[in-house]
């Protein structure tokens, strides 16, 4: 008779092997649930209200021109002052331009480059200064005269020539101005036999 030792023992059961998890990374997310919108009777959807959005105004800073007034003033001052320059050397040089257009003016400066004492004193040839200053002076008796300044420089001397013009019908609305008189003004180094002025009539 088969002792104990001799029976056959039970093998045991296999223990389930466990589930592996699944990663987070390789899990599928989870899908929110689909919300309803709720119909109107015509079968669209209802409109929703729109939230006014908030207007943002830029923001004005209050010491700025406490920083920049002094920087201000000074870009004016300087734009008038430019503005001013410019109109008033505009104005005189048309004015200067004009002048040296006119028969006066003219006929002075060849009258003095003419004269052989004055040739001999500044040396030839004679340039003629930028600058022609001029006068008008009209008296009530309907007499006009006209004064013209200009500079003439040669190689050895520099003159100044002072041509008076009158007109005896001023009104007439015409340049009908006559040469009557030309003063050359000579500069202090001049010979003592030439004086300080040297007229020429036309």
């Given at each position: ?28 997310a ?8 709720p ?75 003419a ?12 340039a003629?200064s ?14 006009a ?9 040669g ?7 002072e041509?008076?013009?009158?007109d ?28 300080d ?6």
């Amino acid at each position: 008779m088969p002792t104990d030792r001799e029976l056959p023992q039970p093998k045991p059961e296999p223990k389930p092997k466990p589930k592996p998890k699944p990663d987070d990374a390789t899990a599928p997310a989870e899908q929110p649930a689909p919300t309803t919108t709720p119909e109107s009777s015509n079968g669209h959807a209802p409109p929703t209200e729109r939230q006014p959005s908030a207007v943002t105004r830029p923001s004005v800073d209050p010491d700025w021109w406490v920083r920049n007034w002094k920087k201000f003033c000074l870009t004016a001052a300087l734009f008038t002052t430019f503005a001013l320059l410019s109109c008033f050397g505009g104005g005189f040089l048309g004015s200067t331009l004009s002048t040296k257009q006119t028969p006066q003016y003219q006929d002075a400066k060849a009258l003095v480059e003419a004269d052989p004492e004055l040739a001999r004193f500044t040396g030839a040839p004679l340039a003629e200064s930028w600058i022609a200053w001029t006068n008008i002076v009209t008296n009530d008796r309907g007499f006009a005269e006209r004064t013209i300044l200009f500079t003439l420089t040669g190689p050895d001397a520099e003159v100044t020539v002072e041509a008076v013009a009158t007109d005896d019908t001023p009104n007439n609305g015409l340049d009908d101005y006559r040469l009557h008189t030309v003063r050359v003004h000579l500069p202090d180094d001049a010979p003592p036999t030439m004086g300080d002025t040297i007229t020429l009539q036309p």
